[in-house]
């Protein structure tokens, strides 16, 4: 029986554990977390804070008696302070105080990411909020309630920041999206899909202001935010969200993992990392990116995951290799559904690669459909040498998440824009045309 300690222990350190445990129960497994929960599913923050879903209750998946349960010993509220990698002994300090020294075989670092906070004068006023944690959440939430916040800032336009919005809005706040970025969500659609959801955004009465960066925040004199200051104009502000991205957090390694140009954690496709017997997975950790055959930072939930249960395997002596990932993504903001995999058509000709794309516009159902039946937009992005899916993005008001599964799959197992428009794609009225529009737009590639 060996000593296996993870550190960190949300979604790719729950999946760790609970791999481990399933496959051997003999093993001693001990986890580390900061916080006073795990599991939280960050993606349903907007729906919560939203009112979309009565509660955060659902969002939790595991708890410490689950994992404990099942064999684990969990340690939660405490930090880890330091590694010793060459004696294998993680040091670490839980909420009294009290040091804690626990020796190791096998090393899993789940450690995630931090937000990035900009150094600008007034972060800390209060208003200023962060969302990431439950914890941030639920303090938003509450702060809500004041009816002296009428006007909130969310700086930073990505999925975070857009779900946000929405969140607000929902609430009859007045809304003002900002972001340093010519559009909204940009990297992971191009412009005809980002025109679509800033259209959306504007239709439900949020302001979005991009192409101006945020260089001040002031106050009203009393230590609350008022005022979003950028270089172009000034937005008056009750409460200031910031979703500016994240960076992985990976501090525990410094000086003794190799990493990758963000910090990150550079680990193989085992997750191993540059140290023997120490591996590093979720958003702490590099993934192997199928879209350009190399390494990348791709910080998902799903990506996470899989990285969870690749280590767990490994670190048991099952030899399992991930398959890489395609970055597979998607929102849904006042209903309309986007959905992307692999790299855009602008991100792919910045990384020198000679690559089209071949769009395409249609109903999801026969003509004949006459309720139930909304228009589909798709890009598929190819490399014009080899002819290789690199990159897709749908939109539409119908549930056509479906389809970037095959579309990731796709560019996982180098699928040529011609085979794809041969493939057996089933027709019914009920579900889809005869001619669908990912066979129309495979057909019209050049």
Not at 83 to 108: C, N
Not at 258 to 275: D, H, M, P
Request: charged share 20%; net charge negative.
């Amino acid at each position: 029986m060996s000593k296996i300690v993870i550190v960190g222990a949300n979604h790719a350190g729950t999946a760790a554990t609970n791999t481990i445990l399933a496959k051997r129960k003999d093993e001693e497994v001990v986890v580390f977390d900061g916080n006073s929960n795990i599991s939280f599913l960050g993606c349903g923050m907007a729906l919560w804070i939203g009112n979309q879903i009565s509660g955060p209750e659902g969002l939790f998946y595991s708890n410490k008696q689950t994992l404990e349960a099942k064999g684990a010993k969990v340690h939660m509220e405490t930090n880890v302070t330091h590694i010793d990698y060459d004696q294998k002994i993680v040091h670490a300090k839980d909420k009294s105080g009290a040091a804690i020294e626990q020796p190791y075989d096998k090393l899993i670092l789940a450690t995630g990411s931090l937000p990035i906070v900009p150094n600008i004068p007034g972060k800390d006023l209060e208003n200023v909020q962060l969302v990431k944690l439950y914890q941030h959440a639920e303090d938003v939430i509450k702060k809500l309630q004041n009816p002296g916040i009428k006007d909130v800032v969310v700086v930073g336009a990505g999925y975070i920041g857009v779900e946000l919005a929405e969140a607000f809005q929902r609430h009859g706040k007045h809304v003002t999206l900002v972001d340093i970025a010519e559009t909204c969500l940009s990297a992971y659609y191009d412009d005809g899909f980002t025109d679509l959801m800033r259209k959306n955004l504007e239709d439900h009465g949020i302001r979005t202001v991009f192409g101006e960066k945020v260089t001040e925040l002031k106050g009203d004199g009393n230590g609350k935010v008022a005022e979003v200051v950028t270089n172009m104009n000034r937005y008056k502000a009750d409460m200031v969200v910031l979703c500016i991205g994240f960076r992985p957090n990976t501090e525990l390694g410094a000086g003794n993992l190799a990493t990758f140009k963000n910090g990150a954690f550079l680990v193989n496709r085992k997750q191993e990392t540059s140290v023997k017997d120490v591996f590093a997975i979720g958003d702490c950790a590099t993934v192997y990116d199928n879209s350009i055959q190399d390494t990348n930072y791709i910080a998902l939930a799903t990506n996470s995951v899989r990285s969870g249960l690749v280590a767990a395997h490994n670190v048991l002596g099952i030899e399992l290799e991930s398959a890489g990932v395609q970055g597979s993504n998607g929102i849904s903001i006042y209903d309309l559904k986007m959905v992307s995999t692999g790299l855009t058509l602008h991100k792919a000709k910045c990384l020198g690669i000679d690559a089209a794309a071949t769009d395409y516009e249609d109903l999801q159902k026969p003509e004949f459909i006459e309720h139930g039946n909304p228009p589909v937009k798709i890009r598929i992005v190819y490399d014009r040498k080899t002819r290789v899916i690199i990159g897709a993005q749908m939109a539409s008001n119908y549930d056509i998440s479906m389809g970037i599964h095959m579309f990731s799959l796709a560019i996982q197992e180098k699928v040529t824009i011609e085979k794809l428009a041969l493939t057996d794609i089933f027709f019914l009225p009920h579900f889809n045309k005869p001619y669908n529009y990912i066979t129309m737009a495979a057909l019209s590639a050049k």
